[in-house]
C-alpha cells in the first residue's frame, strides 16, 4: 500500500492484558519485529485479583500501520482489550518526570522560581542540588526540562506517559 | 498425578493418537511415563526440525493438532524452524519441549536455552510451567489457541523438576481461557454487504487461500457450493489449492508468481474481488499500486490483522470461512440474486481467451527428460489413486502446484510461507501415519531433499511407504533460474556439486531406489514406485536448464506476466524489483 503518501499520526494505545512472565516482551517483540515505533511504553500492574495489567504506549506511523498495530496487538493470547485513546478523542495523558539540577546562586534560585511555576515538586534538596518531580503533559514536562537544561540539570527520568479516556465510561 | 503423567493424560484427553519426537536428558520423565501406556504411539524422528514438519503433515491432512516432543536446548532449537514454518501457514501444532529444572533456569545449565524467549516470535503463543499445579490448563488451553481462531504453533516448555512433581489433573471442559475469544461468526451486515456488491459484480472472480483449508472440509463444500451457484470465477493460492475441485469448470488455477495466466489477467482486471481465507501475500499481489487496481475487495478472514495489512480493501468481514460462506449463500438465496447472465458470458469469454494462451506448456523433448513432463506422467499415473502431494521448495514445488489437481482439501501439504527446504519428506510422514493406505508423495528437488534426507530412516522404521519423486537438475533450480534471469547467469553456488548417488543412498535407508534417465524409462518408473509398498526413493534426472514459468518478475504487476523463455526477465524487471525475493 501507497503508506509513505499518508500521513505520520502519533496515537496513545491502552492495553489490558494479563499480568504474566513474558506479557510485556510479547508486546515489545510485536513492535521491534514488524518495525513499528514506541514513543513511550509504560506498564503496571492495575487489578491484582484478577493479574490484570494496564500497558499505555504511543506509538506512531501512517493510519495502515496504527491499525495493524491494535490489530496485531489485539491477536495476543494475554491481551484482553486495546484501546486506541487517540482515536476515541481527547484523552488526559499525564506524564511524570524526576529532574536532577545542581548549582549554586542565582541559577539555582530561578531554577526554584520556574519549578514553581511549573507546578514541580522538590522532593530532594542539598544545599547545591535539587530533585524536582514534575507531572503534566508531556509538553509541559518537555518544556520544563528544557529550561532546566539551561540551569545545571545532571540527571533525568521520565515515567512515559500514561492516559484515559475523559468522562464516565471505565475501560 | 507426576507432571509426566498429567502431560500422558492431557494427551489422550485431547485425542492425541501420534506424537512426534525426539528424547533427551530434560524430558526423560515424559518419555517414561510415554513408555508405560499404550494409547499415544511415539514416532521417533531423526531431527527435530523433522519432528514439527511430520506433525505440520499430520496436521494439515487430518485438520487435527500435530503434536511433538523434544528435549531442551538443542532439541527446541532445532524446532524453530519448524515452528516458524508452521506460523506463517497457519499450521494447529503443539510442541511439548523440555527444560533445565527450574532451580537451574538462567544458569547456563547443560541443555539450556531460553526456549519460550526464542520461540515467542516464531508461535503463536507460548507457556513456561514452573508450577506443576497449572500443567493440565496449559496442556488443554495449548490446543484451544493452537486450533481456534487462525491456527499456530504453541510451545509449552516443561522444566524437569515440573515433569517429576506432584499435582492435580484437570480435564479439558474444565479449561477456558480467560480472554482468547476469536471471532469466527461474521457481521451480518457486511456479510449483507458483500452479497450485493457481489450480485452487482461484471467481473468478478473468488481468490480463496489456505483459511479454507483451514477452517475444515465444510468450507470447501460450501465454496465450491457458492461458485456453482454464482457461476463465478475462482482462483486459489498455493496454500488454497484443493479448496475447489480442480476439476471444475470455474477453476482457473493457482495465482500469483508462477500462476496461471488467466487466474492472474482475471485477478488484474475484475471489478469485484471475493478474498476469502487468503492474506494479499506479496507472491500473490506482485507490484501493490497495480494490484487489481479497479476492483472492490471483499476480504473475509479470521484474523483481524489480516485486514488491510497489504491491500486497502473495501468490505472487511471477521470471521470463518465456513461461517461466513454459510451466511453469504443463505443472504443470496434469501435475496434471489441472480447475476445478470449476459455480462457473466462476456467475463467468461474474456477468461476463454486468456485460457487459450494455454500458459503452462512446454516445449517437450524425446531426449531428455522435462521436470514437467515427468510431473505430467506422475499426475497421469496416479489419477485413479488416493493421492496426497507433499513437496519441498523450489521449481518443482511450482510445477506440481501447476500441474497435479486436487480435488479435494488436505491433500496438498507444502511449505508456502516460509518456503522451508527439507519440509516435503517430513510432512510426508507424518501425512502417511495419519492415513496408512493412501498414496503419499513428496515430490522433491535433489538439493531440497538433502536438507532432512536423514527422515528415510524414520519412514523406515515405521513402515511409512512414502515416496520420494526427485526432480534432480543438479541445481537449485529455483535459484538457479534467478540467478539466469536477472544475475546475468552467473551460478554462485547453485550448482550441486557431489551429490549422492540418490539409489544407493535410498538402499543404505533400507529404501528402494528407483532411476529414469531417458525418457521412455519415466513411466516404468512412476508405476514401479506406486506399485512399490515400501518407502522409495526416485531420481529423475531432469533437464538442468528448465525454467519455471509463468512468471511475474518481481516488482512486476499481474498483466505483466511472462509466459516463456521468449519473455525477457531481466528487461522485464524494473531495478526495485530486484531488491525483492
Known amino acids: 500500500m501507497s503508506s509513505t503518501t499518508e500521513s505520520i499520526e502519533k496515537h496513545t494505545i491502552a492495553v489490558l492484558v494479563d499480568n504474566e512472565?513474558?506479557?510485556l516482551a510479547r508486546v515489545i517483540g510485536l513492535f521491534s519485529g514488524r518495525g513499528y515505533n514506541i514513543e513511550s511504553l509504560t506498564v503496571a500492574e492495575v487489578d491484582p485479583d484478577q493479574s490484570l495489567s494496564r500497558i499505555t504506549v504511543v506509538t506512531t506511523g501512517t493510519p495502515m500501520i496504527i491499525e495493524q498495530i491494535k490489530a496485531q496487538l489485539s491477536r495476543l493470547v494475554?491481551?484482553?482489550?486495546?484501546?486506541?485513546?487517540?482515536?476515541?478523542?481527547?484523552?488526559?495523558?499525564?506524564?511524570?518526570a524526576l529532574v536532577k539540577v545542581s548549582g549554586t546562586g542565582d541559577r539555582r534560585i530561578e531554577a526554584l522560581r520556574l519549578a514553581d511555576v511549573f507546578k514541580a515538586r522538590v522532593v530532594d534538596a542539598t544545599l547545591n542540588s535539587f530533585v524536582f518531580e514534575i507531572t503534566g503533559s508531556s509538553d509541559e514536562v518537555q518544556d520544563f526540562i528544557g529550561l532546566m537544561r539551561q540551569l545545571g540539570l545532571v540527571e533525568l527520568c521520565r515515567a512515559g506517559v500514561v492516559a484515559m479516556s475523559r468522562g464516565p465510561a471505565g475501560f | 498425578m507426576t507432571g509426566a503423567e498429567i502431560v500422558?493424560?492431557?494427551?489422550?484427553?485431547?485425542?492425541?493418537?501420534?506424537?512426534?519426537?525426539?528424547?533427551?536428558?530434560?524430558?526423560?520423565?515424559?518419555?517414561?511415563?510415554?513408555?508405560?501406556?499404550?494409547?499415544?504411539?511415539?514416532?521417533?524422528?531423526?531431527?527435530?526440525?523433522?519432528?514439527?514438519h511430520a506433525a505440520e503433515g499430520y496436521a494439515r491432512s487430518t485438520g487435527k493438532v500435530g503434536v511433538v516432543l523434544v528435549t531442551s536446548g538443542p532439541g527446541a532449537t532445532n524446532a524453530v524452524t519448524g515452528l516458524t514454518d508452521a506460523l506463517m501457514d497457519s499450521i494447529p501444532v503443539v510442541c511439548l519441549t523440555g527444560q533445565v529444572p527450574t532451580h537451574l533456569i538462567g544458569n547456563d545449565a547443560f541443555q539450556e536455552a531460553d526456549t519460550t524467549g526464542i520461540t515467542r516470535p516464531c508461535t503463536k503463543h507460548n507457556y513456561l510451567v514452573k508450577d506443576v499445579d497449572r500443567l493440565a490448563r496449559v496442556m488443554h488451553e495449548a490446543f484451544v489457541v493452537a486450533k481456534s481462531g487462525r491456527p499456530g504453533p504453541v510451545v509449552i516448555d516443561i522444566p524437569k523438576d515440573v515433569q517429576f512433581a506432584s499435582g492435580p489433573y484437570v480435564g479439558p471442559t474444565e479449561v477456558r481461557h480467560k480472554s482468547?475469544?476469536?471471532?469466527?461468526?461474521?457481521?451480518?451486515?457486511?456479510?449483507?454487504?458483500?452479497?450485493?456488491?457481489m450480485a452487482a459484480a461484471r467481473r468478478p472472480i473468488f481468490y480463496t487461500g489456505g483459511g479454507i483449508i483451514?477452517?475444515?472440509?465444510?468450507?470447501?463444500?460450501?465454496?465450491?457450493?457458492?461458485?456453482?451457484?454464482?457461476?463465478?470465477?475462482?482462483?486459489?493460492?498455493l496454500m488454497g489449492l484443493g479448496g475447489l475441485p480442480a476439476s471444475d469448470s470455474h477453476f482457473l488455477g493457482m495465482l500469483g508468481m508462477h500462476g496461471t495466466y488467466e487466474a492472474n489477467l482475471a485477478m488484474y482486471h475484475c471489478d469485484v474481488m471475493i478474498n476469502i481465507g487468503a492474506r494479499f501475500d506479496d507472491r500473490v499481489t506482485g507490484k501493490l499500486s497495480e494490484f487489481s487496481p479497479n476492483s472492490k475487495k471483499i476480504h473475509v478472514d479470521i484474523d483481524p490483522s489480516s485486514i488491510n495489512k497489504n491491500v486497502r480493501v473495501d468490505v472487511p468481514i471477521i470471521g470463518d470461512a465456513a461461517h461466513v460462506l454459510e451466511d453469504m449463500i443463505r443472504i443470496w438465496r434469501a435475496k434471489h440474486k441472480r447475476p445478470d447472465p449476459k455480462t457473466?458470458?462476456?467475463?467468461?469469454?474474456?477468461?476463454?481467451?486468456?485460457?487459450?494462451?494455454?500458459?503452462?506448456?512446454?516445449?517437450?523433448?524425446?531426449?531428455?527428460?522435462?521436470?514437467?513432463?515427468?510431473?505430467?506422467?506422475?499426475?497421469?499415473?496416479?489419477?485413479?489413486?488416493?493421492?496426497?502431494?507433499?513437496?519441498?521448495?523450489g521449481q518443482h514445488q511450482m510445477w506440481a502446484a501447476q500441474f497435479i489437481p486436487f480435488e479435494a482439501p488436505n491433500r496438498w501439504l507444502t511449505s508456502g510461507g516460509l518456503g522451508t527446504m527439507g519440509y516435503g519428506l517430513p510432512a510426508a510422514i507424518g501425512c502417511q501415519l495419519a492415513h496408512p493406505e493412501a498414496l503419499v508423495i513428496d515430490v522433491a528437488g535433489e538439493a531440497s531433499i538433502m536438507m532432512n534426507i536423514q527422515e528415510l530412516s524414520t519412514a523406515v522404521q515405521y513402515r511409512a511407504p512414502i515416496k520420494v519423486f526427485i526432480l534432480n537438475n543438479q541445481y537449485m533450480g529455483m535459484v538457479r533460474q534467478w540467478q539466469e534471469l536477472l544475475h546475468g547467469g552467473r551460478y554462485a553456488e547453485s550448482y550441486s556439486e557431489a551429490l549422492p548417488d540418490f539409489v544407493k543412498l535410498a538402499e543404505a535407508f533400507g529404501c528402494v531406489g528407483l532411476r529414469a534417465t531417458k525418457v521412455a524409462e519415466v513411466d516404468d518408473v512412476i508405476r514401479e514406485m506406486i506399485n512399490t509398498p515400501k518407502p522409495v526413493v526416485v531420481d529423475m534426472a531432469v533437464d538442468p536448464h528448465e525454467n519455471c514459468f509463468p512468471m511475474i518478475p518481481g516488482g512486476k504487476a499481474h498483466y505483466e506476466i511472462l509466459l516463456g523463455p521468449e519473455d525477457d526477465v531481466a528487461e522485464a524487471t524494473p531495478e526495485e524489483g530486484m531488491v525483492l525475493v
Not at chain 2, 482468547?180 to 456488491?197: C, G, I, S
Open chain 2, 8 to 52: 500422558l493424560r492431557a494427551l489422550r484427553d485431547q485425542g492425541v493418537d501420534v506424537v512426534f519426537g525426539y528424547p533427551g536428558g530434560a524430558v526423560l520423565p515424559i518419555y517414561d511415563a510415554l513408555f508405560q501406556q499404550n494409547a499415544i504411539r511415539h514416532v521417533l524422528v531423526r531431527h527435530e526440525q523433522g519432528a514439527v
Open chain 1, 21 to 23: 512472565p513474558g506479557v
Open chain 2, 180 to 197: 482468547y475469544r476469536p471471532q469466527v461468526k461474521a457481521d451480518l451486515a457486511r456479510v449483507e454487504e458483500a452479497v450485493e456488491l
Open chain 1, 78 to 96: 494475554p491481551v484482553h482489550r486495546v484501546r486506541d485513546l487517540t482515536e476515541e478523542g481527547r484523552a488526559v495523558e499525564r506524564e511524570l
Open chain 2, 344 to 393: 457473466l458470458r462476456d467475463w467468461w469469454a474474456q477468461i476463454e481467451t486468456w485460457r487459450k494462451r494455454d500458459c503452462l506448456r512446454y516445449t517437450r523433448s524425446e531426449t531428455i527428460i522435462k521436470p514437467q513432463f515427468a510431473i505430467e506422467r506422475l499426475r497421469d499415473l496416479i489419477r485413479d489413486r488416493d493421492y496426497y502431494i507433499t513437496t519441498e521448495v
Open chain 2, 214 to 237: 483451514n477452517s475444515g472440509p465444510l468450507a470447501s463444500k460450501l465454496l465450491t457450493q457458492f461458485v456453482r451457484m454464482t457461476g463465478y470465477p475462482c482462483t486459489n493460492t
